[in-house]
């Protein structure tokens, strides 16, 4: 997926705009979440993402979106990522009152 495709696909789902995120070499945070949908275009290196046990890596030029909400780890051991994050508020829409 090439940036401005990604920045279209960001858009057109509702993601804020794209902040850059950059984690070194032996990046690694154990199980968290977040309260908001994330979408992310790898620019190099590479990230690898764990759910329920389960690991998959996004090398440069992948892409992937996680849920608000679910619990996962993150690391980038190798060779450190570079990556574009947009987020999505789960409570986009909803009035507080």
Same mark, same amino acid.
């Given at each position: ?7 279209? /696909? *960001?858009?057109a !789902? =509702? ?10 070499v032996? @990046?690694?945070? %154990? ?8 979408? /992310? *275009?790898?620019? !190099? =290196? ?6 329920d046990?389960?690991?998959?890596? @996004?090398?440069? %030029? ?36």
């Amino acid at each position: 997926m090439s940036q401005a495709d990604f920045e279209a /696909a *960001l858009s057109a !789902q =509702g993601y804020a705009p794209a902040v850059l995120v950059q984690q070194p070499v032996g @990046y690694a945070m %154990g199980m968290h979440q977040h309260p908001f949908d994330a979408f /992310a *275009l790898i620019l !190099q =290196g590479e990230i690898t993402i764990e759910v329920d046990g389960i690991s998959k890596s @996004y090398p440069a %030029g992948s892409s992937f979106q996680l849920p608000a909400n679910t619990p996962h780890k993150e690391s980038a051991l190798l060779q450190g990522v570079s990556y574009l994050a947009g987020r999505k508020s789960v409570n986009e829409g909803v009035s507080a009152s």
